[in-house]
């Protein structure tokens, strides 16, 4: 058996989801402004309970799979958000991320230092040939995270999906494995 995979920055720990930290995700993503432009509406302990659960059996770079990431603070242990690894299935040689961070910890880097470590794991651990992220078009925090990090915004999705009772716009951002800088 492989050992879980656990990424170290320099504030924060990424590691597997455990059933105990289900009432710290209902803490921060049933938050409207978090599930904002997210696919969830609501994120009561049922919900993140079962979301836990499902991770359990998720094996990391599986295509077709979500592994999802606590997102921790290496200091105190508090968890501050989360992360998604989307092996894709059409692709092995794509992933996709994802982020959700707790308001009370966002605006000071932790979303950059968490993905900078997610690149480095799909392209240096993995050898991914490119990373992709979806954003809500307003979603203008997500955005400049994604581009200051080095993807490239290269799609602009107009009214493209219906989301939540409207259409919606996104972004595509994208980073090739060849432009990938590893950061210190
Ligand atoms: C998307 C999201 C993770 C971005 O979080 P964030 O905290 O803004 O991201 P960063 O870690 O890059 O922080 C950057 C901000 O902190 C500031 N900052 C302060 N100290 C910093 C440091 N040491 N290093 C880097 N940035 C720092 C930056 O100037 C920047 O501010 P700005 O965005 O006003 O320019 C967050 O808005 C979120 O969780 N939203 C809800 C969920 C969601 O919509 N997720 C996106 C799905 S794709």
Avoid: C
């Avoid at 392209?123 to 400049?144: C, M, P, Q, S, Y």
């Amino acid at each position: 058996m492989t050992a879980p995979l656990s990424l170290r920055t320099r504030r924060l720990v990424l590691r597997p989801l455990l059933p105990g930290d289900a009432p710290a995700l209902v803490a921060y993503r049933d938050l409207p402004e978090v599930a904002r432009y997210q696919s969830w509406t609501s994120f009561d302990l049922d919900t993140a309970t079962r979301f836990v659960a499902r991770q359990a059996d998720v094996i990391p770079d599986t295509p077709g799979s979500w592994l999802q990431l606590a997102v921790v603070l290496a200091a105190t242990d508090e968890i501050v958000g989360d992360v998604g690894l989307h092996f894709r299935a059409d692709d092995p040689q794509q992933m996709e991320l994802g982020i959700t961070l707790a308001p009370a910890h966002q605006g000071v880097g932790l979303g950059r230092e968490a993905i900078e470590a997610l690149l480095g794991y799909a392209f240096g651990t993995l050898g991914k040939h490119r990373v992709i992220a979806i954003t809500d078009a307003d979603n203008d925090a997500a955005a400049r995270l994604f581009e200051r990090v080095g993807l490239r915004r290269e799609a602009h999705y107009v009214d493209a999906v219906f989301f939540k009772g409207a259409w919606g716009s996104e972004y595509l951002f994208a980073m090739l494995r060849r432009e990938w800088r590893p950061h210190p």
